[in-house]
């Protein structure tokens, strides 16, 4: 009987020996993996980020903090920064009320509608921001095809200026960052057990309070990827703004461009570059620290 | 109560339409005397528990339980009191404060059951809640739900095409077959006195063969078979082609010439031993017997010719034409 153990217990040690090889041999295959991604990421994209981020301090005297002065400390400065936020919160805030409850279509949609549904998200991600801001500005300039729809419909006498204007921006930005925001969320709601707000309505939940205290939480994980995506793309956003409001709505991103191009001074560009990427980073980390929490609650 | 049946028989839609998790297209559905038809599920007051049981992944066991009290306008020490005692009753108290994904199968089944009772439903409803235990764990939740249920005297139904867990656990069985209840009756009725041909098979195992009636009296026909004549338990008239047949545990193999009313003579095919009995499969002409033996002693060896014998009492003969072979 004691031997019939001790065999046992060497095999158990032979076992867990064997299970540490793994991990060690596994955790090589991924690094091995992993190898010509880091390598791309390493040497063209950290290296020149970090030669960025140097000249972003650079001055005719050496290191200076001129570049994130001029940026931070001065009005027309900390604008562009209010200018690239708002955009980000609107557009977030505006495709997350479309998006939510078109994710949920979505999900519950079959057959034919569902590829179509499916379709129409996807579609757009093929054509190019810039052609999609064109065809914008097309439909609201003066005589574009929504002023000609309501002078012909007598709606309106005159071209109302819509081109331009900060609802253009926000129904542009809207427009193309929506499918950034439904993907993530559609993917989480199509996830969750249809038979769970059976249960809650079981257990006496009406249907709102079922969706509250059982849909709503599972699918934060989704809000979460839709709003930190969204976010990070429209603040960061330059063709959009560019196009569809020019000259009246600098933000980060055009200064960075303007900054490279027309007025010769990188500092100034490394620096709102240096300043967008903090607000990514932040996201990131939020975002991230978001859905911990509500992992751990599970 | 159970609904016994065949995977797409329609016992979990009939379960859904209780719960108001469907609506019936016709005909009405009351609880205790009320027409709840029309009633949304939220106000019927049924507990349900579902065959993968549909805790909340983002709640924890105490919140799982909660869930249904929380709404109530109920204090909070009151609902803790509940829940507690919920979860004495499947004997989970120790794991309130753990989430629901880090349990295993017979635990979230205890969960989904204290969820289910906390809420002190009128009716209790098992949609195969226990089809996805192990069978040991399965037994044994068998066997605590029944007394559990007793004790607190809930109404439950249960779902299951499992016949084991129907004759254990019910008062009574609704045998369903396509959508239509075969038989309603105590679990005893039904294993020993199935009404139709579909009952007989579905719970328990038979020996069946084809014959024509030429003669009948006294609640028994005599059935012209290949096997022989045959006595079974029927009332069809005489001419009529009826399948009879009979439980392996009334067939008696061999012996003196017995009391037995039916006798065949075959040979035996095979033999499967499962422990308490041991399974013999006869082959009588034109007709594969079941026989079950009890005991480990004195059994046959394959391939060896016997003598079959059967009560009349205990063979039924049901008429052919409903059912296809």
Not at chain 1, 69 to 88: C, E, H, M, P
Not at chain 2, 26 to 55: C, M, W
Not at chain 2, 103 to 110: A, D, F, I, T
Not at chain 2, 163 to 189: H, R, W
Request: with cysteine; charged share 15%.
């Amino acid at each position: 009987m004691s031997a019939v153990v001790s065999d046992r217990y060497g095999l158990l040690a032979r076992v867990r020996c064997h299970d540490l090889l793994a991990r060690v041999r596994s955790r090589r295959v991924g690094l091995t993996l992993a190898a010509p991604a880091l390598f791309v990421l390493i040497f063209l994209y950290a290296a020149p980020l970090a030669h960025l981020l140097a000249g972003s301090f650079r001055g005719p005297a050496g290191f200076t903090l001129d570049a994130y002065g001029r940026v931070l400390a001065d009005a027309y400065g900390r604008s562009l920064v209010w200018n690239s936020l708002r955009l980000g919160l609107i557009t977030t805030g505006l495709t997350l009320v479309v998006g939510y409850p078109a994710a949920f279509g979505l999900a519950m949609s079959r057959g034919v509608l569902r590829s179509l549904f499916l379709a129409s998200l996807f579609l757009p991600l093929a054509a190019s921001v810039i052609a999609k801001a064109f065809a914008w500005t097309i439909l609201l300039r003066s005589h574009g095809v929504v002023n000609d729809t309501l002078i012909f419909l007598h709606l309106t006498d005159k071209p109302i200026r819509m081109i331009f204007t900060q609802t253009s921006l926000i129904v542009g930005a809207a427009n193309i960052f929506l499918p950034f925001m439904i993907l993530p969320i559609y993917a989480v709601v199509a996830q969750i057990d249809p038979r769970l707000t059976e249960a809650a309505a079981t257990l006496g939940s009406s249907p709102a309070r079922a969706f509250l205290r059982v849909v709503l939480p599972l699918s934060t994980p989704g809000v979460i990827a839709g709003v930190a995506l969204v976010f990070s793309l429209s603040v960061s956003a330059y063709v959009v703004p560019n196009l569809l409001m020019g000259e009246n709505y600098p933000t980060l991103a055009t200064t960075i461009a303007k900054a490279f191009l027309l007025i010769r001074d990188p500092a100034l560009g490394a620096a709102a570059g240096a300043i967008l990427m903090a607000i990514g980073l932040a996201v990131v980390v939020v975002s991230n620290r978001l859905s911990e929490q509500g992992g751990s609650t599970k | 109560m159970t609904l016994l049946g065949p995977s797409g028989c329609g016992k979990t839609t009939l379960l859904r339409l209780i719960a108001g998790l469907a609506t019936p297209d016709e005909g009405h559905v009351s609880i205790a005397g009320v027409d709840v038809t029309r009633t949304p599920p939220h106000k019927r007051n049924v507990g349900v528990v579902f065959q993968n049981y549909a805790l909340f992944p983002h709640l924890n066991v105490g919140g799982n339980v909660g869930f249904g009290l929380s709404g109530k306008g109920l204090a909070k020490a009151t609902i803790a009191a509940k829940v507690g005692r919920a979860l004495e009753l499947v004997q989970m108290g120790k794991f309130r404060d753990r989430p629901v994904t880090a349990l295993s199968g017979g635990q979230q089944q205890r969960v989904a059951l204290a969820r289910a009772l906390a809420v002190e439903p009128s009716v209790l409803l098992f949609d195969e809640a226990l089809s996805a235990l192990d069978r040991n764990l399965r037994e044994t939740m068998q066997v605590e739900l029944r007394r559990l249920l007793k004790d607190i005297g809930a109404t439950a139904i249960f779902v299951t095409h499992d016949q084991d867990e129907a004759l254990t656990m019910s008062d009574k069985i609704a045998v369903m077959n396509a959508g239509q209840i075969e038989q309603f009756a105590d679990p005893l009725s039904v294993y020993a006195q199935p009404k139709t041909l579909f009952t007989m098979r579905f719970v328990g195992l038979s020996s069946e063969m084809r014959g024509t009636v030429v003669a009948r009296g006294l609640g028994q026909v005599r059935v012209e078979t290949p096997v022989g004549a045959v006595m079974a338990q029927g009332d069809q008239p005489v001419g009529c082609s009826v399948v009879v047949a009979t439980r392996p545990e009334h067939v008696r193999i061999g012996g003196v010439e017995a009391i037995e009313d039916n006798c065949a003579e075959g040979q035996i095919r095979q033999i499967t031993f499962h422990g308490s009995r041991t399974r013999l499969s006869v082959d009588v002409v034109g007709a594969e017997f079941v026989v079950e033996m009890g005991g480990v002693n004195a059994l046959p060896s394959a391939g060896q010719a016997v003598v079959l014998r059967w009560p009349a009492a205990c063979s039924f003969a049901y008429a052919d034409s409903s059912v296809a072979a």
